[in-house]
């Protein structure tokens, strides 16, 4: 693993993050910035966050996607978790170093709009917009996502291979 920054108290979790697609072949993401750091600018994120003491991965995805997206899908409607990665970002005044899993929910019909009224106060300050992705255009999109290694990685997952992907140093 590259040396961790000693820049912000540490924060050690487990997190998900959920590959929404839809009909259409698209896939949700956020755009996405950190006032505390103006600095990193903006980038597209995929939906997820920390896992909660007692839940288990797919919980946490059910949890997440309600919260952020207004989406509510069945816990069968959770994919497993394939794609394993270890990943530190800063966020806010804090330096997070996680275990995340990403996982894929398939939507029946086109995609929604995403409705905010459970999302954090943090969020709704950093989640500025939103956007259904065509998926060939994330695979070819020179912007800046979280996980840093989407466009080159979400092909593979949506196919179904497991992924075990290297410690990354996103900010």
Do not use: K
């Not at 600018?41 to 949890?63: I, N, Q, S, V």
């Not at 929604?112 to 950093?126: A, G, I, K, N, Q």
């Not at 695979?139 to 989407?150: C, D, I, K, M, T």
């Amino acid at each position: 693993m590259d040396e961790l920054p000693r820049d912000l108290p540490i924060l050690e979790r487990r997190a998900v993050r959920v590959v929404v697609t839809d009909s259409l072949d698209r896939v949700l993401l956020f755009h996405t910035q950190d006032p505390d750091h103006p600095r990193l600018g903006t980038w597209w994120e995929l939906p997820g966050g920390g896992m909660d003491p007692g839940e288990t991965y797919r919980d946490t995805a059910l949890r997440e996607l309600r919260e952020e997206t207004g989406i509510v899908v069945g816990a069968d409607q959770v994919g497993a978790p394939t794609w394993r990665r270890r990943a530190s970002f800063l966020h806010r005044q804090v330096r997070h170093l996680q275990d995340e899993v990403v996982v894929a929910v398939r939507l029946a019909g086109p995609g929604p709009d995403v409705d905010e009224t459970h999302r954090l106060d943090y969020e709704r300050e950093d989640y500025f917009d939103f956007r259904w992705w065509p998926l060939r255009e994330v695979v070819a999109s020179p912007q800046r996502f979280y996980p840093g290694q989407l466009p080159r990685l979400l092909t593979p997952f949506l196919a179904g291979e497991a992924i075990d992907e290297p410690f990354e140093l996103w900010s």
